[in-house]
């Protein structure tokens, strides 16, 4: 079990440009979650896909960021255009099962974005 | 509002000294509360769970936790502190949204142990 890849590890932009991380979640997990974390903000949940479908948006910041899951190995957060304010550690977690109270969240190691 | 708080920003310890890191909740209904760690670099660990049944509950690397229903916390213990488990320690509430759940996650609380 390689755990949660997330790709790239550090991504350095200019303001404006566009921006995909990309997350392959756990083998059998049907739950993933995109994350952000910031040193004024903490831990963010930004969206949620069960069976590759979007349950929960509400914490996507604005229009510039989106995020899909075109299969059950696979997630993309893009963001674009990039703006300084969005630089922080974007996590990606999958759980199995949609019911999350019972199950763990496995966290990969998280992409740090800096947008200058 | 549903909520998780931890309420210490720092906490420091010598090694072999016993450890709490501190965790209030405010949540509708009974509540499944977790303990996460994060090492530098690293995404969050699952340490531990309380779903239901005993109020204390054990979990990975030593650590266990005491649900208080009636305080409405669920703090982190450790009756001998290393220095490895120096890290920042997040507690989380899960919270049902319309079809589903999520975790909230509290402002997380860094651990010192010094030797």
């Known amino acids: 079990d390689a755990g949660v890849i997330q790709s790239p590890r550090h991504e350095v932009t200019e303001m404006g440009q566009e921006v995909t991380l990309r997350c392959k979640p756990i083998?059998?997990?049907?739950?993933l979650f995109w994350y952000r974390q910031t040193m004024m903000r903490g831990l963010e949940l930004l969206i949620y896909?069960?069976?590759?479908?979007?349950?929960?948006d509400s914490g996507m910041p604005e229009d510039r960021f989106s995020a899909k899951m075109p299969n059950a190995s696979f997630s993309t957060l893009k963001i674009q255009p990039s703006e300084p304010r969005d630089s922080a550690v974007y996590f990606c977690?999958?759980?199995?099962?949609?019911?999350?109270?019972?199950?763990?969240?496995?966290f990969g190691n998280g992409t740090r974005l800096t947008v200058t | 509002a549903q909520s998780v708080a931890q309420p210490e920003d720092q906490v420091n310890v010598a090694e072999g000294n016993p450890l709490t890191v501190k965790c209030t909740y405010s949540v509708s209904g009974n509540p499944y509360l977790f303990w996460y760690v994060q090492y530098p670099n690293r995404g969050l660990q699952f340490l531990l769970k309380?779903?239901?049944?005993?109020?204390l509950v054990k979990g990975s690397y030593g650590f266990e936790a005491e649900f208080n229903k009636s305080q409405t916390s669920f703090h982190l213990k450790k009756p001998s502190a290393l220095v490895s488990d120096s890290a920042l320690y997040f507690c989380a509430v899960r919270v049902p949204m319309d079809s589903s759940y999520k975790l909230i996650f509290g402002s997380g609380t860094r651990l010192l142990v010094r030797p």
């Open positions: 977690a999958s759980s199995p099962g949609a019911e999350t109270g019972g199950r763990a969240l496995h």
């Open positions: 309380y779903i239901t049944g005993d109020n």
């Open positions: 896909f069960n069976n590759n479908v979007p349950i929960d």
């Open positions: 083998s059998g997990h049907n739950s």
